[in-house]
């Protein structure tokens, strides 16, 4: 196995000099966090280092993914392109390096002169899988040729890891999984702590001084299960962690989400679970929320010492929410309300113009726009991408994320800050590429300003009928000319 000094001298070729004064691009992404649990938007949320981030950047408000599950969504963002457009809609198998529409933003600036390196999650899940532009790839879960694997790495540690969760289940998602516990294993045998270990030493032992950076941290957490490094929990009070009320059944459902990914499971636990489980799952989300935020804490401070932070932009997100219990014992993902489909953004460092430096910015920004942001930073030129420069003036109408993963439907969002239609289409339809309103099957409105939790479905009511009309000829539109056509 190569070191990392020696990876960094057999790749790449000499920079140009326009190359050498491109910024350094540090992309810092986690796992199923919530758009609101930042100290920024919630004092009660401890979040020091992103909070930093966001005061000497920008912080997009209204922000979403294109698909509520971790494999269509990182492929969207690693891409630049919507699901259907990738034909990657839920949480299967992902392509193989054949199937790939475009460079992956990796290659992309590979190609452009950076040197390249990935840490953590980047869940392509594809049975011929390269490390896809990464020159050095540290993977804690991820199957890629080439890279270095935590299993083969710290083959001890992850089973110390994995006994700890045994009781969690698939996806370390079962109810048990997010009550969770006070980790009793050392933080480099989690993923996610390995990973931090091998991005702080290469930030010492591997950099290429010649070309600029593009550095991928990729955390799992606070993704399900809670076992969260001692110290984070104490940072929180049990007994003013919040409860989130409770719709009934019927005021929720039936919607475009009805029968996914082990409700009955969820509602049969937590509808008979006491105040103290509750507040003690939400104190570990918030915990784990906290643990995250150091560990990128560590990182700026490396990058802040060895200089990679004079000239930079620094990209922090998450892949999707997290219901947490919200609308009638929903957890995890795989829905279009605002818990699931909204996403923390920031955009930092000094690329960021010095008058947008502390803003709050609430344009309907969406995840596909990171791809054409980063490449205009880079200077490459970019044709056919529907996302758009966060960086510069533009301005959507509406944000759109799509939700495939029933066998028979299809349901896409169209959300402003006031305002969100869900369309339901069988997936027949939708397959051709072109649907008319006459294809919906199903339909959700909601008043975001006066139901914030989306409880009251205005879809049918009288007095919402200009606004339904209005925003499905504006979603049509977009599905028809934009995120339903193929990539070019």
């Not at 990657?88 to 992902?94: A, D, E, K």
């Not at 931090?196 to 955390?219: A, I, T, V, W």
């Not at 219901?323 to 818990?339: H, I, Q, W």
């Amino acid at each position: 196995m190569l070191g990392l000094a020696s990876m960094a001298q057999l790749v790449g070729a000499a920079p140009s000099a326009a190359a050498a004064r491109r910024p350094n691009i540090i992309f810092l992404m986690d796992d199923e966090h919530r758009w609101d649990y930042l100290g920024s938007l919630d004092p009660t949320v401890k979040t020091p280092t992103l909070d930093r981030l966001a005061k000497e950047g920008i912080l997009f408000d209204q922000a979403v993914c294109q698909a509520p599950m971790c494999i269509p969504s990182r492929h969207s963002m690693m891409l630049g392109l919507y699901p259907h457009q990738i034909g990657i809609l839920s949480n299967g198998p992902g392509l193989n390096d054949s199937q790939l529409p475009c460079d992956p933003l990796p290659e992309l600036l590979r190609k452009a002169g950076y040197q390249t390196a990935g840490f953590g999650k980047t869940h392509w899940l594809a049975s011929q899988c390269s490390t896809r532009g990464f020159e050095i790839r540290y993977s804690s879960t991820d199957r890629e040729k080439g890279s270095i694997m935590m299993g083969k790495d710290n083959p001890d540690g992850l089973k110390r890891y994995d006994a700890e969760v045994k009781d969690y289940g698939d996806g370390e998602e079962f109810p048990a999984g997010y009550i969770g516990r006070t980790s009793a294993v050392p933080e480099e045998d989690h993923r996610d702590g390995w990973s931090l270990k091998h991005c702080l030493e290469f930030l010492d032992q591997g950099r290429d001084e010649k070309r600029p950076l593009f550095l991928y941290l990729s955390f799992l957490k606070p993704h399900a299960g809670a076992n969260v490094p001692p110290g984070y929990e104490d940072l929180y009070d049990l007994a003013s962690m919040p409860v989130p009320a409770q719709p009934t059944l019927a005021q929720v459902e039936p919607c475009h989400a009805t029968g996914n990914d082990r409700q009955d499971m969820y509602r049969e636990f937590w509808s008979n679970a006491t105040k103290q489980q509750w507040q003690q799952m939400v104190l570990r989300y918030r915990a784990n929320c906290s643990w995250i935020d150091n560990m990128f804490g560590r990182v700026m401070d490396k990058l802040r010492a060895k200089g990679l932070l004079e000239n930079c932009l620094i990209i922090y997100v998450s892949d999707h929410g997290e219901m947490l219990g919200e609308r009638y014992y929903r957890f995890n993902k795989y829905c279009l309300y605002d818990a699931s489909a909204r996403v923390p953004l920031i955009l930092s460092g000094t690329a960021v113009p010095t008058a947008k430096r502390g803003s709050l910015d609430h344009r309907m920004a969406e995840e596909v726009d990171i791809y054409p942001t980063i490449a205009a930073l880079a200077g490459i030129p970019l044709t056919g991408k529907p996302g758009e420069n966060l960086l510069d003036t533009s301005n959507r109408k509406a944000g759109f994320c799509e939700y495939s993963d029933r066998p028979q439907a299809v349901a896409f969002m169209w959300r402003t800050s006031t305002s969100k239609l869900i369309l339901s289409f069988p997936k027949g339809p939708v397959g051709q590429g072109h649907v008319e309103l006459t294809d919906a099957v199903a339909g959700e409105l909601y008043d975001l300003q006066a139901d914030p939790k989306e409880w009251h479905n205005l879809y049918a009511a009288p007095e919402a009928a200009a606004l339904r009309e209005s925003m499905c000829h504006e979603l049509l539109d977009h599905l028809n000319h934009v995120a339903l056509k193929p990539a070019k």
